[in-house]
Structures are given as C-alpha cells and as structure tokens.
C-alpha cells in the first residue's frame, strides 16, 4: 500500500488516499484511538470516488465518532481506472432495454454484474490485508453499502468480515440468489421502496434467500437517493452491536 496524500479533516478523522496494486483508495481513521480500531469496509456505487466522494466521506466521518475505520476503493472500470469493453457493452443494452420499455434480460445482468463481482471481491479481499497490516486497525471488519452482489460474494467468502449493512438498490443475478443463501454473518438490509432503478421483487427474494439467523429488513418510501437520515442511525448502531 503506497500512501499519495495525507490530510486532517475539521472534525479531527485523518484522510489518507492509496494506492495498491494501481487501485486507488481512501481510509479514513479517527481523530483519537489508544488502541487498534475495528474497520469498516465502504463499497462505492460503480461512479467513481470522485463523484460520490462527498457521501463516502459523510459516512466515514460518522462512523469515526463511533469509534471506526473506514476504507473505500475504485472499483474495476470506474475513475479513471481502465475501461472494462463488455461491462460498458452490457450497460448499453440495458439502457437501451429499458427506453424501449423492455425487460433487463438475466443475459445482461449476468455481463454487467458477475464479471464485476469477479475482479472487485479479490480486490477487496488484498486491501483487506493491506489495511489490517497496519498498526492502527486492529478489526473486527464490517462492510457497508456498494454493489449489492460485491457484498453478497464478500460475505460468503471472506471469514474476516463479520456484519455487513447492504444497499439493495443494484441489479441481482440470479446466481447470486445461491450465494446469498450460504451468508451466516449478521445483516442490515436497506431497500427503497420506490427505487426507480432497482426490482423490489427481486429485492425481497434476495433477503428471503439469506442465509443469516440474524437480518434485518429497513424499508423506507421513495426513491433509489431519498434514504432518511434516521436510517444511518440504524446502520450505526448495528455496527457498533457486531464491531465492538
């Protein structure tokens, strides 16, 4: 891990943005620890960090007065990392499904998500490493919001993550379906009852199919960027049940 910048925040939480392996990052630490904190995981929306910077670091700085790290990456093909020709191929079908007021074909879910989940979740998986090697993260680890399926595959296959908050507000697979059905880890579900972008059938399968003696469903009215405030109250007081 190559730190490019280090800066202190108003409130105190230390910014430092990576590098590993050419992927950019972020981490957010609080202001003040005696001792190694446990991390929180952000998974980014398929933006850009540049673009949906000002709510990761709205989530970060909250969950730094509760006593966390918290850590995003750019995912494959977004920023300024390379184009990925299929995902952008696959994007464009879809868009051009739904102006025509046609189904999203599982075909074309299939192409913009699995492949994504594919590169993203080893990723994830060697800045975990990288992240838990340093002196001030001491876990356990949480991961919150992102691509849903990214979350689904975490939670599955990496043992050091041991409560996610998911955002069920992206195109599922249906193999996804037989993942989520293996998740044993603690969940807190966030579903926007309006999402234009989002199947709320689907959504609700998806819960259905967790695995997880212990997850929660918060549903709330409006669309895919109207979540009320309270919600991350919620969010936070589940991290702070399953990280400390």
Same mark, same amino acid.
């Given at each position: 891990?190559?730190?490019?910048?280090?800066?202190?925040?108003?409130?105190?939480?230390?910014?430092?943005?990576?590098?590993?392996?050419?992927?950019?990052?972020?981490?957010?630490?609080?202001?003040?620890?005696?001792?190694?904190?446990?991390?929180?995981?952000?998974?980014?929306?398929?933006?850009?960090?540049?673009?949906?910077?000002?709510?990761?670091?709205?989530? *970060?700085?909250?969950?730094?007065?509760?006593?966390?790290?918290?850590?995003?990456?750019?995912?494959?093909?977004?920023?300024?990392?390379?184009?990925?020709?299929? *995902?952008?191929?696959?994007?464009?079908?879809?868009?051009?499904?739904?102006?025509?007021?046609?189904?999203?074909?599982?075909?074309?879910?299939?192409?913009?998500?699995?492949?994504?989940?594919?590169?993203?979740?080893?990723e994830w998986q060697a800045c975990l490493d990288a992240l838990l090697a340093l002196p001030e993260i001491g876990g356990p680890v949480g991961y919150s919001g992102g691509v849903v399926s990214i979350g689904v595959r975490l939670a599955v296959v990496?043992?050091?993550?041991?409560?996610?908050?998911?955002?069920?507000?992206?195109?599922?697979?249906?193999?996804?379906?037989?993942?989520?059905?293996?998740?044993?880890?603690?969940?807190?579900?966030?579903?926007?009852?309006?999402?234009?972008?989002?199947?709320?059938?689907?959504?609700?399968?998806?819960?259905?199919?967790?695995?997880?003696?212990?997850?929660?469903?918060?549903?709330?009215?409006?669309?895919?960027?109207?979540?009320?405030?309270?919600?991350?109250?919620?969010?936070?007081?589940?991290?702070?049940?399953?990280?400390?």
């Open positions: 891990m190559h730190i490019t910048s280090e800066r202190r925040l108003d409130d105190g939480v230390v910014e430092r943005e990576f590098t590993l392996d050419g992927i950019p990052g972020i981490l957010w630490t609080p202001a003040a620890a005696s001792a190694p904190v446990p991390l929180i995981l952000l998974g980014p929306p398929p933006l850009g960090l540049r673009r949906v910077y000002p709510r990761l670091v709205g989530r *970060a700085r909250h969950a730094a007065t509760d006593g966390f790290a918290t850590a995003t990456i750019e995912l494959p093909g977004s920023g300024d990392r390379p184009r990925r020709p299929a *995902a952008e191929q696959a994007r464009a079908r879809m868009r051009r499904a739904v102006e025509a007021g046609e189904p999203v074909t599982d075909e074309i879910v299939d192409a913009l998500i699995l492949p994504l989940v594919d590169e993203a979740v080893p990496e043992p050091r993550i041991v409560a996610a908050g998911l955002f069920a507000g992206s195109l599922v697979p249906r193999a996804m379906f037989e993942e989520a059905r293996r998740v044993t880890i603690p969940l807190h579900v966030l579903l926007q009852w309006d999402d234009e972008g989002n199947d709320r059938q689907a959504a609700l399968d998806l819960f259905d199919a967790f695995g997880s003696e212990e997850k929660s469903l918060h549903a709330n009215m409006g669309g895919h960027t109207g979540v009320p405030q309270y919600e991350g109250e919620a969010a936070a007081r589940f991290f702070a049940r399953h990280l400390k």
